[in-house]
């Protein structure tokens, strides 16, 4: 992950429709397929600057350089019309020492977007130029409170516990949230896992739509008006010989926030319990991960400092799944599935039951983001399965749909910014199917991954009031990521 851009000036690039994708994808990954077993067969270690810089046992070095081309035709957000592209990058540094007991650590992030256009949804998820991601202290405090294992961590970091559904250090979306604060993770002697945060999270800069069009440079800063404390457990083969291999977890949430003179919030006031049971995929046997939580709380509607008026929060969400790996060499896998997150029953009264999404993850349950991104953890109600193959350890595949509808027809499709209020267009979004396929063009060092989503609309995105009525929505991507 090199620090330097890799990409050509916007100028000259920015286009109002997308390429032509679906040829050049299909092309690419043919030939890589046929290709790959004599071309890219290489043995040998992959290249690491570290092993390059010959530097000492004690000093870490290691980096990611992304690249991923996005295109989408028949935007289904509210305000978009027509076809849009981005062209990301992501590179990533990171640089530790450590010492035994001591280790420091520094983490450079650098992403940037191009051949977007006035119409791109461009956000703080998709650029965030060069700035500090982790710039944190952690103490190895084995043996401390009677753990097998124990680190507390200190300083700017990122935070992925559990299934991530809560926190995550994000993968498909190009930029990667930080927190700044303290994080304690222990383990005991039969593998159990204590999970402890206290961190308010950064804002990310530049935010507003000129900047982010430019990859102006301005630095991350700490939003010290927003406080998230955590705890979560895990325990370890919970039914022991009954049911091998399963994980149970707890966990209990907190947010607290407040405006400051930078900073406005909705003044959210958030305790989430919940738990999760999970069974790994495995040849051979059933796999599973039922995780639900609930919200209490106040939160004002806006961010407005008119808006005093406190509404009541009362929201839930539940994902479930069943899965299967056979006894195959290629590995394959099926898996039945389901996502609630619910609305808010009536937006006009003194209650907001809408799950909204945080700092949790998205993609792994909920399908391709980046510019695309139609599904997100907030009213909505959506079955489906996927279908996985792992024909080697390089290559894999996964096909997936879901049948997605709102949780409540009078809230809105929150990704799309949707909504009517009478509730009379329905509560159906619509059909939506995804594929990728991943493969390391040299292992553990280039992978290539392609990816295409396809939404088939339904009632409510076809006749709701401000829906943006260009039809079916067609998105696909290639990604070249280095590891160095």
């Not at 703080?124 to 700035?131: F, G, K, Q, R």
């Not at 895990?234 to 994980?247: H, N, Y």
Request: hydrophobic share 35%; aromatic share 10%; net charge negative.
């Amino acid at each position: 992950m090199e620090t330097q851009s890799l990409s050509p000036s916007p100028s000259s690039v920015k286009q109002d429709r997308p390429f032509p994708w679906a040829g050049r994808m299909a092309a690419l990954a043919l030939a890589c397929l046929v290709q790959g077993p004599s071309a890219f067969a290489q043995t040998q270690e992959p290249w690491r600057l570290a092993d390059a810089l010959q530097v000492p046992d004690w000093l870490k070095i290691e980096g990611v350089t992304r690249a991923r081309y996005e295109t989408l035709d028949g935007q289904f957000r509210s305000s978009g019309k027509g076809g849009d592209q981005v062209l990301g990058f992501r590179n990533l540094v990171l640089v530790e020492a450590d010492s035994g007991p001591i280790a420091a650590g520094f983490e450079l992030q650098d992403a940037r977007s191009y051949l977007d256009d006035s119409g791109t949804p461009l956000t703080t998820s998709i650029v965030d130029p060069l700035d500090v991601l982790q710039a944190y202290v952690r103490f190895d405090l084995d043996g401390a409170l009677g753990s097998k294992t124990a680190s507390l961590k200190l300083g700017r970091q990122t935070l992925a516990i559990g299934s991530q559904r809560v926190l995550e250090r994000v993968d498909m979306a190009n930029v990667i949230f930080a927190y700044t604060g303290a994080y304690w993770r222990s383990t005991n002697q039969r593998g159990d896992e204590l999970h402890l945060v206290a961190v308010s999270p950064l804002g990310r800069l530049p935010n507003d739509p000129a900047s982010l069009r430019e990859n102006e440079l301005s630095g991350d800063e700490e939003e010290w008006g927003r406080r998230l404390l955590g705890a979560h457990y895990r325990r370890a083969d919970v039914l022991g010989e009954i049911f091998p291999d399963l994980w149970a977890e707890v966990f209990l949430y907190d947010l607290e926030e407040r405006d400051t003179n930078t900073v406005a919030t909705p003044n959210r006031h958030y305790l989430q319990p919940g738990f999760r049971l999970y069974r790994a995929p495995k040849a051979g046997r059933l796999d599973l991960d039922i995780e639900a939580s609930s919200r209490s709380g106040t939160r004002r509607q806006t961010t407005g400092a008119a808006d005093l008026r406190n509404l009541a929060v009362d929201a839930s969400m539940l994902y479930a799944h069943l899965g299967h790996t056979f006894d195959h060499p290629w590995r394959p896998r099926v898996q039945l599935d389901y996502y609630f997150a619910s609305g808010d029953q009536d937006p006009t009264d003194a209650n907001y039951e809408q799950f909204e999404r945080l700092f949790g993850g998205r993609r792994s349950d909920l399908g391709h983001t980046g510019i695309h991104g139609p599904l997100t953890t907030a009213n909505i109600d959506a079955p489906g399965g996927r279908i996985e193959l792992r024909p080697s350890d390089r290559l894999d595949f996964r096909l997936a749909y879901k049948a997605a509808s709102l949780a409540e027809p009078r809230d809105a499709w929150v990704s799309a910014g949707v909504q009517d209020r009478s509730g009379a267009s329905g509560d159906f979004i619509g059909h939506f199917y995804e594929a990728r396929m991943r493969f390391w063009l040299q292992p553990r060092s280039l992978e290539l991954e392609i990816g295409a989503s396809a939404i088939l609309n339904g009632e409510f995105a076809k006749t709701a009031p401000n829906a943006s009525r260009q039809g079916n929505t067609t998105f696909g991507y290639v990604q070249l990521m280095q590891l160095f």
